[in-house]
C-alpha cells in the first residue's frame, strides 16, 4: 500500500511540475506579444509626430479639382492606394469619399521626384486631381494611411 501512495504522491508532483511550465510559458508568451504590440504602437505615434502635410493651392475646372500637396513633414509618404480623399460641396452634407483610382482621384505628377521615385518625399510637392460629378466642391481634405490629414476651403 504505502507504494501506491508513493506512486501516487510522485504522479502528481509530475503533474503539478508540467501545469507551472506550461503556466510560465504562457505567461512569457503573453508578455512578449504585449511588449511587441507596445513597440508598434509607440513607432506609430513616432511616424505620426513626423509626419506633416499643407494644400499650396487648389484649382478647380469643369468635373476636376486640382490640388498641390506639400509634404512639409520629415516621414516620406507612400502606399497611395491607402489614402483616403473627402469633398463637400454646397449641396451635400456629408463629405463624399474619394478612393484612389480612374474616375475618382490619381497622382498627376510629384515635384521634384529625383530622390524616391514615385514617393512623396519631405519637401516634395504632389499634384492630384480628383473627379468630381454634381456641384463644384468647397472643401476638401486629404487623409494619409498613419491618420494624419490636411484639408482646405476652396
Known sequence: MASASLIATAFALIMLIITAYFLVGVVLTTAQIVSYAQTDQVN?????????????????SEGNLTMEIE?????????FDYIDMYTVNSS????????MGAGSWSIVTINPDIINPGLLD?????????????????WAKMATPNGISVSAYI
Open 44 to 60: 506609430q505615434q513616432e511616424l505620426r509626430l513626423r509626419t506633416s502635410l499643407s494644400i499650396n493651392s487648389a484649382n478647380i
Open 71 to 79: 509634404n512639409t513633414g520629415s516621414t516620406i509618404i507612400e502606399d
Open 122 to 138: 519631405p519637401d516634395e510637392v504632389m499634384q492630384v486631381n480628383i473627379t468630381y460629378t454634381g456641384d463644384a466642391p468647397i
Open 92 to 99: 451635400t452634407n456629408p463629405p463624399i469619399y474619394y478612393s
